[in-house]
């Protein structure tokens, strides 16, 4: 059964004629994707709740912001996100996510080149969204530095921070962002030749 639960608002706002709240409500479904949707809460004279059209399917955190920032019909962003409900619901996908609004462009290749091992750890997370933010920034410099020295991702079993990891041992390089990031360097690249 799909969860849902409010992930964002903007508060109360006005206008001559009537007061409403933006809300963008989350849905984690059967097979683990997330949907976003977006929906305004007004005054019973104006019409009550509107919902609007959703996004789905969302999978990795770059969908997830793409989605958010396609959003016209409210006024929401990244800033507004209660990442404490989303950990408490999909909790991988909420550290990922907070990792992937913080990395610069240097470290995003890597990123999407490790997000599907990332997305799938099988560890034990601390309630706590601080402590388990200092655990997952600790796995990914695991991942950047055994990358760095083996030219792969790690798999197998590894305990940091007094806590077991098991990192899976499938291949995730056909990620749908990874490749997307590469196609947009080689159109870029391409451009600039051609001037």
């Given at each position: 059964?799909?969860?849902?639960?409010?992930?964002?608002?903007?508060?109360?706002?006005?206008?001559?004629?009537?007061?409403?709240?933006?809300?963008?409500?989350?849905?984690?479904?059967?097979?683990?994707?997330?949907?976003?949707?977006?929906?305004?809460?007004?005054?019973?004279?104006?019409?009550?709740?509107?919902?609007?059209?959703?996004?789905?399917?969302?999978?990795?955190?770059?969908?997830?912001?793409?989605?958010?920032?396609?959003?016209?019909?409210?006024?929401?962003?990244?800033?507004?996100?209660?990442?404490?409900?989303?950990?408490?619901?999909?909790?991988?996908?909420?550290?990922?996510?907070?990792?992937?609004?913080?990395?610069?462009?240097?470290?995003?290749?890597?990123?999407?080149?490790?997000?599907?091992?990332?997305?799938?750890?099988?560890?034990?997370?601390?309630?706590?969204?601080?402590?388990?933010?200092?655990?997952?920034?600790?796995?990914?410099?695991?991942?950047k530095q055994h990358y760095a020295e083996?030219?792969?991702?790690?798999?197998?079993e590894y305990e940091l921070m007094n806590?077991?990891?098991?990192?899976?041992?499938?291949?995730?390089?056909?990620?749908?962002?990874?490749?997307?990031?590469?196609?947009?360097?080689?159109?870029?690249?391409?451009?600039?030749?051609?001037?």
């Amino acid at each position: 059964m799909a969860i849902k639960f409010l992930l964002a608002t903007s508060g109360q706002q006005f206008n001559m004629v009537s007061s409403w709240e933006d809300e963008l409500y989350c849905s984690i479904l059967k097979d683990g994707s997330i949907s976003l949707r977006p929906s305004k809460d007004g005054d019973n004279e104006c019409g009550g709740r509107w919902w609007l059209k959703r996004a789905k399917g969302i999978r990795t955190p770059k969908q997830f912001v793409d989605a958010v920032y396609s959003i016209d019909e409210i006024e929401t962003s990244l800033d507004e996100i209660s990442f404490d409900k989303l950990y408490e619901h999909k909790p991988l996908f909420a550290l990922a996510l907070k990792k992937f609004i913080e990395i610069d462009d240097e470290d995003m290749e890597f990123f999407f080149m490790s997000q599907g091992a990332l997305l799938n750890l099988e560890v034990s997370l601390p309630e706590n969204l601080q402590i388990a933010e200092k655990l997952f920034n600790v796995i990914f410099n695991l991942f950047k530095q055994h990358y760095a020295e083996h030219q792969s991702m790690p798999v197998g079993e590894y305990e940091l921070m007094n806590t077991k990891i098991v990192i899976p041992k499938r291949n995730f390089r056909s990620d749908p962002d990874f490749k997307n990031l590469l196609n947009n360097r080689r159109i870029k690249a391409h451009s600039e030749d051609a001037t």
